[in-house]
């Protein structure tokens, strides 16, 4: 069976879609277990087409994100750490200046 996922922020809408292998149930909420993910797509805002990828790009995804909220929070950077072993990650985030657009 084919199960779709969102979780949406401000920012961000995540949208996972996979399959349900053994019928198995989430007992907090009694929905269906996403066993295998097979699509996902991430709407940022201000972007027109959505990132997109299977497994692999969500868990770097979810890797990228984590270290930079962990950097960003604590003030205590460890990208250069992180740039000599992830270099290959499909996901990879950077900060950028703001702009303003008169």
Not at 5 to 33: F, H, M, T, V, W
Not at 54 to 83: C, N, T, W
Request: charged share 25%.
């Amino acid at each position: 069976m084919t199960i779709q996922r969102q979780y949406s922020l401000p920012n961000c809408k995540l949208i996972l879609e996979g399959l349900n292998g053994d019928n198995l149930l989430d007992p907090a909420s009694a929905r269906p277990l996403v066993s295998l993910v097979t699509n996902v797509e991430c709407h940022l805002a201000g972007l027109e087409k959505p990132l997109t990828g299977g497994r692999e790009f969500l868990e770097g995804l979810v890797k990228a994100v984590s270290d930079y909220a962990q950097d960003y929070l604590s003030g205590i950077p460890h990208s250069a750490r992180r740039d000599r072993h992830d270099h290959h990650s499909l996901v990879q985030i950077q900060k950028i200046d703001k702009i303003s657009i008169a």
